[in-house]
């Protein structure tokens, strides 16, 4: 199974993806988490996963043999970039890794971030990538494709996912892709939108006593901070083939492994608050 999560940056994307990949661990023979920017180490604490730095020796040792060599000594693991550009890390990494797990016989989850740059809408897309993302229904390969650049990601490789988890955007360029994927209003999607009409009802939010608002009009995804700021929380919608679709709030997700994002920092004002 393919599934897409997208958001624009700091939506909390990354946070949500390694909740799915918790959840999800078990249920597989193998896990490699492709991690781009060193978030996913949580996993390793908790037991999930080892970790392994990939730098330019990895890459230039390792070849798909080398790989398959690995991911049985190692069958779950983050691998975390360490000073490889992107194309490396797509061409070295990224490809050999995809057709090293397609080999190994039973079952994998591979989980993208930044999987634009793994799979670009420029430039070619390695062989080894696309297979995994367009690997057959039935097949035991199963893979998450993060990533805040809608528009910059290979269209053969969207077109393959079987389900989406999409949160919020600004971008009208973005908006617009978002609006080629989804079967209801894409302003749901802008959170600077207000409440949106002609909204299915199932995507009324759920508020704190389990009850759907009533109405005509659903309020657009929202992210949530503290009063300092932090996020805490986010909407996002879930979306299938079979025509499923659910709101999602992370404030109600909860995981073991700690998630190590950036928060970014704030700017303040000189003349204060
Ligand atoms: N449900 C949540 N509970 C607690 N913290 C959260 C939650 N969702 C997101 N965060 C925090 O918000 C920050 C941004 O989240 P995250 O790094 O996942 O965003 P992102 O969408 O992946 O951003 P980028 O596009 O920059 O990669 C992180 O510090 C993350 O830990
Ligand atoms: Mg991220």
Redesign the pocket.
């Known amino acids: 199974m393919n599934g897409l999560l997208a ?11 390694q909740a799915w990949t918790e959840a999800n661990v078990d249920e597989y023979d193998r896990l490699v988490v492709l991690d781009f ?1 060193d ?1 996913y180490r949580g996993l390793v604490k908790s037991g999930y996963a080892k970790h392994f730095i990939v730098g330019p020796r990895e890459a230039e040792a390792f070849g798909v043999e080398e790989w398959m060599q690995f991911l049985q000594q190692n069958p779950q693991v983050v691998l975390c970039r360490h000073g490889l550009d992107e194309e490396t890390w797509r061409e070295e990494v990224a490809d050999p890794v995809a057709k090293a797990n397609r080999r190994l016989a039973g079952s994998s989850l591979t989980v993208i ?2 999987a634009h740059f793994v799979a670009p809408q420029r430039g070619s897309v390695p062989d080894g990538v696309k297979g995994l993302a367009t690997t057959g229904r039935g097949e035991d390969a199963s893979s998450l494709w ?1 990533t ?1 650049r809608l528009t910059e990601m290979d269209e053969t490789v969207l077109a393959q996912m079987m389900f989406t988890i999409l ?1 919020g955007f600004t971008s009208s360029g973005d908006l617009a892709k978002v609006k080629s994927i989804v079967e209801y209003p894409k302003d749901l999607h802008n959170p600077q939108a207000g409440k949106v009409s002609h909204s299915p009802e199932e995507l009324q939010r759920v508020d704190a006593s389990g009850t759907k608002a009533k109405g005509g009009y659903v309020p657009a995804l929202e992210k949530f901070t503290d009063d300092d700021g ?5 909407e996002w919608i879930y979306a299938d083939e079979s025509g499923e679709m659910e709101r999602k709030d ?2 109600n ?1 909860s995981m073991e492994s700690t ?6 920092k704030q700017l303040k004002s000189p003349e204060g608050a």
């Open positions: 958001a624009k940056s700091g939506w909390g994307k990354s946070w949500y993806t920017k978030e971030d930044e993060v805040q949160g932090n996020t805490v929380g986010s992370t404030r997700v998630h190590f994002g950036a928060q970014g």
